[in-house]
């Protein structure tokens, strides 16, 4: 028995020895990172790449001291993401990490002959929107985490919170890939909750007729429904749906905590820097040698339920104690 013991620690600490070796050299070694945020407009897109930056600094990896990144910001235009992508696969950096789904998308065109790994985050819909395959295989040289909330998680709180509801209106632009992904999506649910749909949905350059559009739908339905839209999630699109639909006296359920606080009723969301955080984890996995298309996709660990108590008391809608308590925002 005390031979065998022997020959068990002979051949195992070699491979400890080098489990060790490698990961110190990793840290050791200094890495070149390119990042694509798709818009630095929306304050989510800024709280996950912070939380991607201290996640990372946590696991001992630091700007200017292993990590040399080189940040760029698309400004919502794919012609420009694709640029960026393919100017990071020029310089050969060590991996892409592509903050939204345009910038996703993005990072894998350009990478289609060059395999240069890919972490994504802060994406709506990676499977509806072909970033991935599945969670367990991406199918390409891509991981990451998801922001996805099920939207029939989203509408079981809506129910609780607007129990009278029999008509959502579902509005978005089709000129991103997730907001078409999660608008079908709420379409197909809603009827699970008993409620009649009705979709709005045009492309970017009918914009200008955003107001008549969210005015038409205001006057149907008994509650508003934007899904991942990072279009219509801008102050000044989101301003005019919440300013007509609040004329209307009809609440606007939305999917973040910065819209709900921007004049939305209510969300059921994920926390935009915890998932950045969470991205992290890959990101540090890829940098240590490990194959991207084998490490599997994550939904979020942490969500999290925002209230706008202010915006209820205006539209006079009473929301029980329960709901409340259960929120972890709330403005008021």
């Given amino acids: 028995m005390r031979r065998y013991l022997r020959f068990v620690v002979l051949v195992t600490t070699p491979i400890l020895i080098c489990l060790i070796f490698f990961g110190c050299e ?8 390119g990042v694509l945020q798709w818009t630095e407009k929306i304050q989510a897109f800024n709280k996950t790449y912070k939380g991607v930056l201290d996640g990372l600094n946590d696991k001992g990896y630091r700007q200017g001291i ?42 894998l065109e350009a990478t289609q002959k060059e395999q240069i790994p890919i972490v994504f985050s802060i994406v709506g819909a990676p499977k509806a929107t072909g970033i991935i395959r599945d969670y367990d295989d991406p199918g390409r040289n891509i991981t990451g985490v998801s922001m996805k909330v099920p939207v029939k998680e989203q ?54 007729q955003l107001q008549k559009m969210a005015q038409s739908l205001a006057q149907k339905v ?3 429904y934007i899904p991942t839209d990072p279009i219509l999630g801008l102050p000044k699109n989101l301003g005019t749906i919440t300013r007509i639909s609040d004329e209307y006296k009809i609440p606007v359920v939305v999917v973040t905590e910065k819209f709900v606080e921007a004049g939305g009723l209510m969300s ?19 940098l240590t040698g490990v194959d991207a298309q084998t490490i ?11 209230l706008n108590l202010k915006k209820a008391q205006e539209l006079n809608l009473e929301i029980k104690r329960n709901v409340i308590l259960k929120a972890d925002n709330i403005f008021d």
């Fill in 66 to 107: 292993n990590l040399e990144i080189d940040y760029r910001n698309a400004g919502q235009d794919k012609n420009l993401a694709l640029k960026i992508a393919r100017g990071f696969v020029k310089k050969d950096v060590d991996l892409i990490v592509a903050l939204g789904t345009g910038s996703s998308l993005a990072a």
């Fill in 155 to 208: 509408f079981e709180i809506i129910k609780e919170v607007l129990p009278g509801v029999k008509k959502l209106g579902i509005i978005y632009c089709t000129d991103m890939s997730q907001a078409v992904a999660t608008g079908k999506e709420a379409a197909a649910v809603a009827p699970e909750f008993g409620w009649t749909q009705l979709t709005v949905s045009f492309p970017k350059e009918e914009l200008p």
């Fill in 296 to 306: 599997p996709s994550q939904k979020p660990i942490i969500n999290r339920i925002s």
């Fill in 222 to 224: 008994d509650a508003i």
């Fill in 268 to 286: 059921v969301h994920c926390d935009f820097y915890e998932i950045g955080r969470q991205a992290a984890g890959p990101i540090v996995q890829v």
């Fill in 26 to 33: 990793a840290k050791n070694r200094k890495f070149h990172i």
